[in-house]
């Protein structure tokens, strides 16, 4: 186990004994050039939706593929498979990259990296991937939250120089559990109260319950930026910011959802110790693997 760095200054504190008030961001979030017009609001935003970044014919390709690593018998047994705990089903993958070579190629290709690159003006790596499965009738889904402030917290990524991008390999119907973001909250950190457990992701997977914002900030921001929700056919994706305040509901349609969700950091902005947990988590969760793709 590391000790903590006394001596350098967080500018983002969370996981602490009191209530803090919400930060305004001090970093941009946009620290490249836009040449893809879809991404032309994504300042202001914090997200832009890429029509068709996979075709039909790939879409079929990458749904085979996910399901036969969902339905491998071995693989549930890796570390990397996280079940759902009430219906025993597969929840995600992680370091799908490794598990799949069409996803290792995709990640590589400028339709995607390159998106990467245009936000965080850098050369990128890959900080973390997987699948998401949200089977119909028994999905469930993930409470309002802050990828960055569980990422700062926990795997200690000093900002928010970071983008996740989710490519949708099943229809996203307003009513299967699709995601909902809320326009303009990545421009403020929420901290968060309470210390982090001991190896706390081993249940933050399935339910997060330390690192979540409090009902009182969710209404605020809620209040201030109202909530829009990310739906498109398969083949469409979602790139956002890690700050983005987004989450889902469970999905009770017999229609299920899942995703493609790749996490580009940029190179000048490694992860360092964690900043409110005592040991950083897993590489195949947080990697620190910094080679550039």
């Known amino acids: 186990m590391s000790l903590p760095?006394?001596?350098r200054i967080d500018r983002y504190p969370t996981r602490t004994a009191e209530s803090l008030p919400q930060l305004e961001r001090t970093d941009r979030t946009v620290w490249g050039e836009i040449g893809t017009p879809a991404l032309s609001n994504f300042d202001t935003d914090g997200f832009a939706v890429v029509n068709r970044l996979?075709?039909?014919?790939?879409?079929?390709?990458f749904a085979i593929a996910i399901d036969r690593l969902g339905r491998e018998p071995e693989l549930r047994l890796d570390e990397r498979v996280i079940?759902?705990?009430s219906s025993n089903t597969v929840r995600s993958i992680f370091e799908v990259h490794k598990l799949s070579p069409m996803i290792a190629e995709l990640v590589r290709e400028s339709r995607v990296a390159g998106l990467a690159r245009q936000i965080l003006g850098s050369e990128v790596y890959l900080h973390q991937t997987r699948?998401?499965?949200?089977?119909?009738?028994?999905g469930t889904g993930f409470y309002w939250h802050s990828d960055f402030e569980t990422?700062?917290?926990e795997d200690g990524m000093p900002a928010p120089r970071a983008v996740s991008l989710s490519i949708a390999l099943t229809d996203n119907y307003p009513y299967n559990g699709s995601l909902l973001v809320m326009p303009g909250s990545h421009r403020?950190?929420?901290?968060?109260?309470?210390?982090?457990?001991?190896?706390h992701y081993q249940d933050s997977l399935r339910e997060q319950q330390f690192g979540v914002p409090t009902p009182a900030d969710i209404a605020d921001?809620?209040?201030k930026h109202g909530i829009t929700q990310f739906t498109g056919p398969a083949g469409s994706a979602l790139l956002f910011d890690s700050n983005l305040m987004h989450g889902s509901s469970n999905n009770i349609t017999p229609f299920p959802r899942s995703n493609i969700f790749l996490v580009f950091n940029s190179v000048e902005n490694t992860l360092v110790d964690p900043y409110a947990a005592a040991s950083p988590r897993p590489s195949y969760i947080a990697s620190r693997d910094f080679t550039p793709i």
């Open 131 to 138: 699948i998401n499965y949200m089977p119909g009738m028994k």
């Open 83 to 85: 079940i759902e705990k």
């Open 54 to 61: 996979l075709d039909a014919d790939e879409v079929t390709d």
């Open 5 to 7: 760095d006394t001596t």
């Open 151 to 153: 990422w700062h917290a």
């Open 188 to 199: 403020t950190f929420v901290p968060c109260r309470g210390e982090t457990p001991a190896d």
């Open 221 to 223: 921001l809620a209040g």
